[in-house]
């Protein structure tokens, strides 16, 4: 695409950093105004603040952010300087606002290096302007039916992405059979990342967002099962099956809440790692992460000492502590995330609360029936739940599906507004795990920076 002449560029550069400006001056973490002021004076303005900028994109279901946010301390661990777009703005709009914040008023980019968190349907609009180095895709699972259109639909999107993207590294979890799926036909080069058999691990079994073989349409059968539909699978009818993984993890050799060691095969070479963040699914983040390094030509053991000082995300295992008492948030959106997050919080051996809170909002999803898919039996059998607070715009149906689930109803509280909440837990003394859905957090969250000094995410 043709680049903007030099007066697009500064008139473009100058309204996306004043609206920028503005908006965070009055209080707000505008995000994707700037980069769609920005944009429609200058519509290839991307293509001028990327020029010469090595760029990882993130996208699928679950784990994003986090993978992002590992992706971009390996790459600073290894002295590049990293742009990413932390307020997790992951529309076409959002992006935009952050690539041309990073650029100086004449378009030159300050940070050579970017990591982006890109929406699903978005993947398709941005590569007609960013040329990535390598696409990273997480996982895909039903989420948010109503804005995709389900599982199948989102895979589209994705590979209407890939296909305009030749030259990119496909980064792809080899243990998911649709993401995997996204190599077929493709000329690009792969790599592939995934937990192997040997890691011992065995989560719940759900197989509805599998698909059928992308080469014959046949049923898969599997040798093993990590959680979900990810794991061994194969097509008996044309021999189709789970790439061999370039960066697999082969053994999980402890576990606490404050991380998993796991060893690591990368190509043939095995490494030792602290994963710093706890829960297998962050086991899958920190594998996207070194085959991503893989893809960026960063070494390999600053990559894997990197993961033992990745620090939580916006709500994705943030911990807060309240008073003496440690809160621990977890977004979740999707029956797959939630039932990983019911997993991560009935591991321990000690009495917690839990806070689960629904809203129904355009952030969010309008449709909130994934509740019904959703393991919420898993969450209520455990013997130290002790207290279950329901909140948000929705918190009428949630309570509906705890009680279906056998959550005693004297243990069940619901929620009228945040900052009293927050009293209550601080009586109470116990561990508690947060998990709001998107729109939920925002305000659960904004409640807790008020209440403990906490930082708000753009800071
Ligand atoms: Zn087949």
């Known amino acids: 695409m043709k680049k903007p002449n030099i007066c697009q560029t500064v008139l473009s550069v100058a309204s996306c950093k004043a609206a920028r400006l503005f908006l965070r001056k009055t209080g707000r973490g505008g995000t994707a105004v700037p980069g769609i002021v920005a944009l429609k004076i200058a519509r290839n303005i991307l293509c001028k603040v990327t020029e010469g900028m090595q760029i990882v994109v993130v996208t699928g279901t679950n784990g994003k952010t986090t993978t992002c946010n590992m992706i971009e301390h390996a790459l600073t661990s290894a002295g590049k300087d990293c742009l990413l777009n932390r307020s997790g703005a992951n529309l076409l709009h959002g992006i935009a606002s952050d690539l041309i914040s990073n650029a100086t008023w004449l378009g030159k980019p300050k940070c050579r290096y970017a990591v982006l968190e890109c929406d699903e349907a978005a993947l398709k609009q941005l590569v007609d302007y960013v040329t990535p180095k390598a696409i990273v895709v997480t996982n895909l699972f039903s989420d948010q039916v109503d804005r995709y259109g389900g599982v199948q639909n989102t895979l589209k999107e994705i590979r209407t992405g890939v296909e305009k993207s030749p030259e990119s590294v496909l980064v792809l979890n080899a243990d998911e059979p649709l993401s995997a799926s996204l190599s077929l036909g493709r000329p690009n080069r792969v790599i592939y990342y995934g937990l192997e058999s040997s890691v011992g691990v065995q989560g719940d079994v759900d197989l509805k967002d599998a698909g059928k073989c992308p080469v014959c349409g046949g049923e898969y059968t599997y040798d093993h099962h990590i959680y979900a539909h990810l794991g061994?699978?194969?097509?008996?009818?044309?021999?189709?099956?789970?790439?061999?993984?370039?960066?697999?993890?082969t053994a999980i050799d402890g576990v606490s809440s404050s991380g998993t060691k796991a060893s690591v095969r990368i190509g043939n070479a095995e490494h030792k790692a602290f994963i710093s963040l706890p829960a297998v699914y962050n086991v899958y983040n920190a594998a996207a992460c070194l085959a991503a390094s893989k893809a960026?030509?960063?070494d390999e053991e600053t990559a894997v000492s990197s993961l033992s000082s990745v620090r939580s995300s916006f709500g994705r295992l943030e911990t807060f502590d309240l008073d003496g008492v440690r809160m621990q948030m977890i977004l979740v959106k999707n029956p797959a995330g939630c039932n990983q997050a019911f997993s991560y919080v009935t591991s321990f051996d000690e009495d917690f609360t839990a806070v689960l809170c629904l809203n129904d909002r355009t952030g969010d999803g309008h449709d909130i029936s994934w509740i019904n898919d959703t393991d919420y039996e898993k969450?209520?059998?455990?013997?130290?739940?002790?207290?279950l607070?329901?909140?948000?715009?929705?918190?009428?149906?949630?309570?509906?599906?705890?009680?279906?689930?056998?959550?005693?109803?004297?243990?069940?509280?619901?929620?009228?507004d945040y900052p009293a909440l927050l009293?209550?837990?601080?009586?109470?003394?116990?561990?508690?795990?947060?998990?709001?859905?998107?729109t939920a957090m925002m305000e659960l969250r904004q409640a807790i920076v008020k209440a403990t000094d906490s930082r708000d995410f753009w800071e």
């Open 296 to 298: 960026m030509e960063i």
């Open 423 to 438: 009293e209550e837990l601080k009586k109470e003394g116990r561990p508690v795990f947060l998990l709001p859905n998107y």
């Open 379 to 387: 969450l209520c059998r455990d013997p130290h739940l002790k207290k």
């Open 389 to 416: 607070y329901v909140g948000g715009d929705r918190a009428q149906d949630l309570n509906a599906r705890l009680l279906e689930a056998g959550a005693r109803e004297e243990e069940l509280e619901r929620i009228t």
């Open 232 to 249: 061994g699978y194969a097509c008996p009818s044309c021999g189709y099956k789970r790439p061999e993984p370039d960066v697999a993890v």
